[in-house]
């Protein structure tokens, strides 16, 4: 199965998955079997990375990148409080909406 890897940008802050170990050879987002069928590992390999500055792919890229072997994500957290009575709860939920 895919292993997908999150780099963050030093500079932007911008995140991005990449896939570190494709299943197969030339296989990406758009064309392993696996990823298409929701068959992906539920976790990355590792921590988040901090790539080389000037490696953004909206900032530094412009854009201009292959969607098969990077893909961007836009949302990763929620906060939700919760109030009962005087008592007031913070809750972080973790989502990963990718582009």
Same mark, same amino acid.
């Given at each position: @199965?895919? !292993? =997908? @890897? $999150? #780099?963050?940008?030093?500079?932007?802050?911008?995140?991005?998955?990449?896939? @570190?170990? +494709?299943?197969?050879? /030339? #296989?990406?987002?758009?064309?392993?079997?696996?990823?298409?069928?929701? !068959?992906?590992? =539920?976790?990355?390999?590792?921590?988040? &990375?901090?790539?080389? +500055?000037?490696?953004? +792919?909206?900032?530094?890229?412009?854009?201009? &990148?292959? *969607? /098969?072997? $990077? *893909?961007? $994500?836009?949302?990763?957290?929620? *906060?939700?409080?919760? !109030? !009962?009575?005087?008592?007031? *709860?913070?809750?972080? $939920?973790?989502?990963? /909406?990718? @582009?």
């Amino acid at each position: @199965m895919c !292993r =997908p @890897m $999150i #780099l963050k940008s030093p500079t932007c802050g911008h995140r991005w998955f990449t896939l @570190m170990q +494709p299943c197969r050879k /030339n #296989l990406g987002f758009n064309s392993c079997p696996y990823i298409a069928t929701g !068959r992906v590992l =539920p976790f990355t390999s590792g921590p988040t &990375y901090y790539a080389y +500055p000037g490696k953004c +792919p909206t900032c530094d890229l412009k854009g201009e &990148y292959d *969607r /098969n072997v $990077i *893909r961007l $994500i836009y949302v990763d957290h929620h *906060r939700v409080k919760c !109030r !009962r009575g005087r008592l007031v *709860r913070e809750y972080e $939920i973790h989502l990963c /909406n990718v @582009m």
